[in-house]
């Protein structure tokens, strides 16, 4: 299967007195972002915790009355913080600088390409465009991506699909022009 993704994937950055025919190395800086879930998304974890506390608490009153809300209340807590984990970094280094997805992490001077996946086509390109051997963090409350094609021969990895608020800041972190700032 074919894939054009030439409208999204801008020229790699240089110095503007360098030739393009020879690399450089991206200028990489620092860049970090948790990708936490919606507040109103704890408002509503808590509100069903607390419906289904009251309905186990019509069945049994008595002693055991508040029993239901120490063990239920704590769910949605635990859970709304275990989806907010995901942390999207870069750190610069000796070595030309890291990303860092997760536990995940992908030298920079490994990046061939980088491109923005606005919300719009984000369907398509966890759709049927998809390469199964892509590494992928999607966050669905999260509307955009950034595309990482890779250039490591011995990576059978294709490319990142990467969910992020903020895709061209983290794309100018890792040393990449895009169209839109």
Request: charged share 15%; hydrophobic share 50%.
């Amino acid at each position: 299967m074919h894939r054009d993704y030439s409208g999204y994937v801008p020229a790699k950055p240089g110095p503007a007195n360098q030739p393009p025919s020879i690399p450089s190395a991206p200028e990489v800086r620092s860049y970090s972002e948790r990708l936490r879930v919606p507040l109103w998304w704890w408002g509503a974890g808590l509100a069903i915790a607390i419906l289904l506390a009251v309905e186990v608490n019509m069945g049994a009153p008595g002693l055991v009355a508040w029993l239901p809300y120490v063990l239920l209340i704590p769910f949605p807590a635990w859970g709304l913080l275990w989806l907010s984990r995901l942390q999207v970094e870069v750190v610069p280094g000796a070595g030309g600088g890291e990303l860092r997805v997760g536990r995940a992490h992908l030298p920079v001077e490994a990046i061939a390409r980088v491109a923005v996946v606005p919300a719009s086509a984000k369907s398509a390109a966890l759709g049927r465009q998809l390469d199964p051997a892509a590494f992928v963090q999607n966050r669905t409350w999260i509307g955009p991506m950034l595309l990482i094609v890779l250039d490591d021969p011995e990576d059978p990895t294709p490319y990142w699909l990467v969910s992020t608020r903020h895709p061209h800041d983290l794309a100018a972190a890792l040393g990449w022009r895009t169209t839109a700032s």
